[in-house]
């Protein structure tokens, strides 16, 4: 898994910028950890996924979601 920091790092390396970021103590009814794998799905499905390191899904979902924020855009001019 990673952490959120390592996410953000990621955004931010797909962005090219950083951005500002305000660290804060866990909320009242936080878990102190989520971790999420993808053995369940593979196993009983036989999927696997087709990007697994993480700056490579950042950029793909940047890249993805800025194509889409372009193409509304053009369709609001």
Do not use: C
């Amino acid at each position: 898994g990673f952490s959120v920091l390592e996410v953000i790092k990621a955004v931010e390396k797909a962005a090219g910028h950083a951005f500002d970021v305000r660290m804060s103590g866990r909320r009242a009814g936080d878990p102190a950890a989520i971790v999420a794998g993808a053995k369940a799905v593979h196993e009983v499905l036989g999927w696997q996924p087709k990007l697994n390191d993480l700056d490579t899904i950042v950029r793909h979902a940047y890249d993805w979601e800025s194509r889409i924020l372009e193409q509304e855009k053009k369709h609001q001019a």
